[in-house]
């Protein structure tokens, strides 16, 4: 009896273990609360900094389902806008007021953990208010949080621990993981990066041909590149010197970023068209921006101009090009929203992206070549590269460059893989497997998998995580 009863007592424990201050009690906008848990707070790491958290436990079993963790990128950028718009268990409605559940949503069969990242994104703030950082800063941080999780949410340090993420998270997920991997407190299974930033070089290269293979460059600018950029059949796009090359590259530029193409996805429209600036409502609204430049000379005279013009305003914003966060920043600001996500008073107005974030961070790696391999060489992570294959920004084919230059053993030829929908069996893309990672396109997709594909990001994730073949 005395044994039922300290067995019990201990099961009580770990069941109330979570914090419930931080539990989410009643949201907005949903015509039904949900029956799972989620919580919502901060996690507070070095220099007093406080990282805003979102944990969504499993609708199926939450004690032995496994801890996803999912970062979006930027960098500065809002990993509550993966939660809001592509993978989470409620997505936000045009009216910027109303939830509607997804029945594709990755908590389905994982409890996971969405965090605003680094200080100064979404409601992520430091006490000091300073948001300059870089990558080593960044990935320093966002181990500490997990580990401030862990402690404030025991009940999970044992499960089975999975870090994902998408875009600039194609730098954030691997410097992470190559921490992680050396705390034998936490139960690293494997890593997931979409349409990441795995390499500039490779990333850059790709995309001017990915660009003239989609019809967007034509004969004459591919015979310019060809002549100037290209010696002994290679062809370099990044970091050549040659003026004719330069001229011919901002060109390619011109078309894929400026022209009113959606470069998350080359084939959906722009919601508004492309604008460059605009000021809106006594903001500066930034709406060119995307993960990468060909000619990173010119990222940075854009940068010092857009520094000159955030100096005269009293705030800027971010937008990513071709995307409408209006309907997320709406529901997020709104008062009893805030209210009831426990959002501090120190937090700013939630924005997809922050522009002092990204224009003051320091990106050390161009590729994350190193800590791929260190992953590898353990021998027992489950690494997936997944792209949309219609996205510009981070293209599928610089990430298949990548992933191929691993040189690891190859298992499975690449090969179409298949999932069902309501029309019955269909090709979601193609994969490649190797050793311990695999390489995966989902067909007709862009940056965001999970919002233009839900049923076959959802199955990716399932196999992914269940260690299923694709």
Known sequence: MVLLLCYFLSSLLVVMAAPAADEVKFLPGLQKQPSFRHFSGYLNVADGKHLHYWLVESQEDPSSDPLVLWLNGGPGCSSLDGLLTEHGPYLIQDDGATLQYNPYSWNKIANV?????????????SDDKNYVTNDTEVSMNNYLALKEFFRLFPEFSKSELFLTGESYG?????????????????????????????????????????????????SLLWSELQTFCCSEGTCDFYSNKNKNCTEAIGDVQTIVYSSGLNMYNLYAPCPGGVQRLSIDKG????????????????????????????????????????????????????????????????????????????????????????????????????????????????????????????????EVQRRPWLFNDVNGRQVGGFVKEFDNIAFLTVKGSGHMVPSDKPIAAFAMFSRFIKRQPY
Request: net charge neutral; aromatic share 12%; hydrophobic share 40%.
């Open 170 to 218: 194609g730098i954030y997920i691997p410097t992470l993981a190559e921490r992680v991997m050396e705390d034998s407190t936490l139960n690293l299974q494997g890593i997931a990066v979409g349409n990441g930033m795995s390499s500039y070089e490779m990333n850059d290269n790709s995309l001017v041909y990915f660009a003239y293979y989609h019809g967007l460059l034509g």
């Open 113 to 125: 953990l969405y965090l605003e990242s680094p200080a100064g994104v979404g409601f992520s703030y």
């Open 283 to 410: 903001q500066l609204v930034i709406r060119d921006l995307g993960n990468s430049f060909i000619n990173h000379q010119s990222t940075q005279l854009w940068s010092q101009k857009l520094r000159g013009l955030a100096s005269r305003h009293l705030s800027v914003r971010l937008d990513p090009p071709c995307t409408n966060s209006t309907p997320s920043s709406l529901y997020l600001n709104n008062k009893l929203v805030r209210t009831a996500l426990h959002i501090s008073p120190k937090a700013l107005d939630w924005a997809i992206c922050s522009s002092e974030v990204n224009l003051n961070y320091g990106r050390l790696y161009m590729d994350v070549r190193k800590q791929y391999l260190k992953l590898l060489s353990a021998l027992k992570y489950r690494v997936l590269v997944y792209n949309g294959d219609v996205d510009m920004a981070c293209n599928f084919m610089g990430d298949e460059w990548f992933v191929e230059s691993l040189q690891q053993q190859v």
